[in-house]
């Protein structure tokens, strides 16, 4: 397996422009997450999904903010319009995830991760 | 909601000395996960701990998981160059979410 593949792996833009990063997770996962990574605020949940569903979006800052997840094999994270406090390695994860917390449950796998500069 | 607490933030060592970092969560832990991750890289996953006082060993690092399952370590022993990085406890609550702490990074001087 690949493992969890990210796109791109670094983007500079400018203020004001669309950023679609997007994620192809572990085939056979279930779970698919979106991280954002800074010095100030280290990794940072934005959204979990479950089978495809999003489950938990309550890290996303705010309605620029918008993820996706059409089918088990692509996710991507949209930032429209972008600002240079959006500046950060976003990471995408996936994961098997069990009922049974006892049965090593939820072991993530991230991705090379998208390096996005906002100018 | 759950907070995941490490320390130290930063830790320089002299190559063959002992390092640890400790991890401390505001509630109980059904699990705790440690990562590592290599400057300009993505965190890795170590290890996995999901029983009260729990001890488990890979080569020289030593992770441990609390009695009252709130907190963890991990310990290394004779430090080599090949360890520097952020290493990161995550602790799992029993909705299977991930808390992620804020990381140590490890700088060892040859």
């Known amino acids: 397996d690949a493992g969890v593949i990210q796109s791109p792996r670094h983007e500079v833009t400018e203020m004001g422009q669309e950023v679609t990063l997007r994620c192809k997770p572990i085939s056979g996962h279930n779970s698919l997450f979106w991280y954002r990574q800074t010095m100030m605020r280290g990794l940072e949940l934005l959204i979990y999904?479950?089978?495809?569903?999003?489950?938990?979006d309550s890290g996303m800052p705010e309605d620029r903010f918008s993820a996706k997840m059409p089918n088990a094999s692509f996710s991507t994270l949209k930032i429209q319009p972008s600002e240079p406090r959006d500046s950060a390695v976003y990471f995408c994860?996936?994961?098997?995830?069990?009922?049974?917390?006892?049965?090593?449950?939820?072991?993530?796998?991230f991705g090379a991760g998208s390096r996005l500069t906002v100018l | 909601g759950q907070q995941v607490m490490q320390i130290p933030q930063y830790q320089h060592v002299q190559e063959g000395e002992d390092f640890t970092t400790y991890c401390n969560s505001s509630t109980t832990l059904s699990n705790i996960q440690w990562y590592k991750q290599r400057p300009g890289g993505h965190p890795v996953f170590l290890i996995q701990l999901v029983k009260s006082g729990e001890v488990k060993k890979q080569k020289r690092l030593t992770f441990q998981f609390g009695e009252a399952k709130k907190n963890s370590s991990l310990h290394i022993t004779a430090t080599q160059t090949t360890d520097v990085g952020t290493y990161f406890c995550a602790g799992g609550n029993a909705g299977n979410m991930l808390t992620f702490g804020g990381g140590t990074r490890l700088m060892v001087k040859p």
């Open positions: 999904f479950n089978n495809n569903v999003p489950i938990d």
């Open positions: 994860a996936s994961s098997l995830v069990f009922q049974d917390i006892f049965s090593g449950a939820n072991v993530l796998t």
